[in-house]
């Protein structure tokens, strides 16, 4: 299916099962981010999941409306994979969210709610595998 025809669920939940809870294990971090791996998702650095987590808060700007630039919060993640060559690449994926201070938990809570519909409905399954539109 194309992205042209696709439907989104706008206002559905998400519930997720199966899987097992695995730590965040930090590697190091600074004011603005932490750099972390995935408990046991490899035995080298080579072999780990990893992610970054990022943050900017909100700062004070005229130019801004209301006042305020947006805040923003990012998760990068960093999968290894060994190649049929034996070359090894990594597979990467980032979910933002920039969201202006007046923003309520209500609406930060319906953004990540469509979020995540857009990364597990099935009409955008092409885009997420082929990565293409069409």
């Given at each position: 299916?194309?992205?042209r025809n696709?439907?989104?669920p706008v206002g559905a939940t998400f519930s997720p099962s199966g899987?097992?809870?695995t730590t965040i294990i930090p590697i190091n971090s600074d004011?603005?981010?932490?750099?972390?791996f995935v408990g046991s998702s490899g035995?080298?650095?080579l072999d780990r999941t990893e992610c970054i987590f990022t943050g900017k808060t909100p700062k004070v700007s005229s130019q801004a409306p209301g006042g305020f630039t947006q805040g923003r919060a990012s998760v990068?993640?960093?999968v290894p994979?060994?190649?049929a060559t034996a070359k090894r690449t990594l597979n990467t994926g980032t979910i933002e969210l920039s969201i202006d201070p007046e923003t309520t938990t209500e609406e930060v809570d319906a953004m990540r709610s469509l979020l995540i519909n857009f990364l597990n409905d099935t009409d955008f399954a092409q885009l997420w595998l082929n990565q293409s539109t069409n």
């Open positions: 299916m194309t992205i696709a439907s989104i899987g097992s809870a004011s603005a981010s932490l750099r972390a035995v080298t650095a990068k993640i960093i994979k060994i190649l």
